[in-house]
Nanobody
Framework: QVQLVESGGGLVQPGGSLRLSCAAS????????MGWFRQAPGKEREFVAA????????YYANSVKGRFTISRDNAKMTGGLQMNSLKPEDTAVYYC????????????????WGQGTQVTVSA
């Protein structure tokens, strides 16, 4: 089993930055992808970014490429999502998730999820 706990959400003005963190515990994490997803009111949960835990290969949704950076600290078993140049359309609940499948952007194949953290981008 893997437990995931997110932190770092909040309210930020357009153009601002936030950093989300995800603390992992439980089973050794080296074989997993860690991903970030988000869900806005009335919309489906969507892929944001993922990182392959073993070698830090990263993947991004086109909507956040160049603005968001995913990272991981293997020693601390934590992941992070640095979000810059935030836009109102980035407003959503952000979820950290983990999977041992290779389909890093497919919601149903992520079998471990955090509780989510709210990010609101508004003036």
């Amino acid at each position: 089993q893997v437990q995931l706990v997110e932190s770092g959400g909040g309210l930020v003005q357009p153009g601002g930055s936030l950093r989300l963190s995800c603390a992992a515990s439980g089973r050794t994490f080296s074989s997993y992808y860690m991903g970030w997803f988000r869900q806005a009111p009335g919309k489906e949960r969507e892929f944001v970014a993922a990182i392959r835990w073993s070698d830090s290969t990263t993947y991004y949704a086109n909507s956040v490429k160049g603005r968001f950076t995913i990272s991981r600290d293997n020693a601390k078993m934590t992941g992070g999502l640095q979000m810059n140049s935030l836009k109102p359309e980035d407003t959503a609940v952000y979820y950290c998730a983990a999977t041992d499948y290779s389909a890093y952007n497919y919601v149903p194949l992520y079998n471990y999820w955090g509780q989510g953290t709210q990010v609101t981008v508004s003036a």
